[in-house]
């Protein structure tokens, strides 16, 4: 369940709101003048979401090391292009690369 709350709300009920994700799961989108700004989850939705985001990872590696048994290099935008092919969503190229 997902619920949303006003930043100024959220100032004045924490406890009551910290409660409501721990012990009934639920997920809060703060706003901030109408506007969503962060999301609140438990540590449960964290470690599921760092797993899915290793596991992905790993498969952007094993994508990397297919690409370069058969072609030799790997060309980043071709990475890219997989794992959009895969995922359905972009990623964008670090700055520093």
Not at 16 to 34: P, S, T, W
Not at 41 to 56: H, M
């Amino acid at each position: 369940m997902v619920a949303s709350i006003s930043a100024m709300q959220l100032r004045a009920s924490i406890g009551d709101v910290l409660n409501r994700i721990q012990y009934r799961g639920e997920r809060v989108v703060v706003e901030r003048k109408g506007e969503p700004v962060a999301a609140i989850i438990g540590v449960a939705d964290l470690q599921r979401l760092e797993t899915l985001e290793a596991e992905r990872e790993l498969e952007l590696v094993a994508m990397a090391k297919e690409l370069l048994a058969r072609e030799g290099s790997v060309p980043y935008s071709a990475l890219l292009d997989q794992y959009t092919a895969l995922y359905g969503e972009s990623l964008e190229l670090p700055e520093h690369v």
